[in-house]
């Protein structure tokens, strides 16, 4: 659905916006969310997994715009304690991923989560916009590289994992790897992901040990080689 300056719409949808960047949140509603224009209307934001279940129970709405990099637990986390809203015959809440990451571990994970798609922040407003109704009409909607990687893993029956040494760590050490990653320091990833930072030590010591891993430069050059940064 394209729209020009002035031109309305009478289909509607509404979004729950989740991403724990504010000012990227802010960006998101500036650019779809002028429902007269765009259709779209804003009903709810999160930051991070506690507040994206608690807000999608409350306004269920028809879409969920969702971060797959969240405090608490990530993408993944807040489909599978929304699972039963997805599945409800009526007025299912549908997902699409609208993440910075291409990896394809992160595609995967999420559409195996339940998502109806993936689409990555480099997209324009209005195809935005066009993929949340496609969304909502029960579509799949990926961009175009991101397609290849769902065709890959659903090949095959049994689906085997993407990367079997990433497979081994839990969806909070994956988190603190890709922050440890980054260049963050263990206060810092300990205020993103509302943890002590005893605990950031824990996770990074039980990462280093699964990947036979000796300091965190070896797990930067380890995460950036799989494209996880």
């Keep these: ?54 807000v999608i129970t409350a306004t269920r709405p028809e879409v969920v715009l969702l971060d797959v990099h969240l405090p608490g637990g990530g993408g993944v986390e807040v489909l599978r304690r929304c699972a039963s809203l997805m599945a409800a015959p009526e007025n299912p809440v549908r997902f699409l991923a609208l993440s910075v990451s291409d990896a394809a571990e992160d595609v995967i994970g999420v ?65 603190v790897l890709r922050l440890i990653a980054r260049g963050y320091a263990y206060k810092e990833i300990a205020k993103q992901l509302f943890i002590s930072v005893k605990t950031v030590e824990s996770h990074v010591s039980a990462v280093l040990r699964k990947l036979q891993l000796s300091n965190r430069h070896e797990l930067t050059r380890w995460a950036t080689a799989r494209r996880l940064v």
Aim: charged share 30%; proline share 3%; hydrophobic share 35%.
């Design 1 to 54: 659905m394209t729209e020009t300056a002035g031109e309305t719409t009478e289909r509607r949808v509404r979004v729950v916006l989740v991403d724990d960047h504010r000012m990227f949140r802010t960006g998101v509603q500036a650019e779809i969310g002028q429902t007269e224009r765009t259709g779209v209307e804003v009903v709810g934001e999160a930051a991070d997994v506690d507040q994206a279940v608690t």
């Design 111 to 175: 559409i195996r989560g339940g998502a109806r798609g993936y689409v990555t922040k480099t997209i324009t407003g209005s195809d935005l916009v066009d993929s949340v109704f496609r969304v909502q009409d029960g579509d799949a909607v990926f961009s175009p590289r991101l397609a290849g990687f769902v065709l890959d893993a659903f090949a095959s029956t049994d689906a085997p994992p993407v990367d079997e040494d990433l497979d081994r760590l839990t969806q909070r050490e994956r988190e």
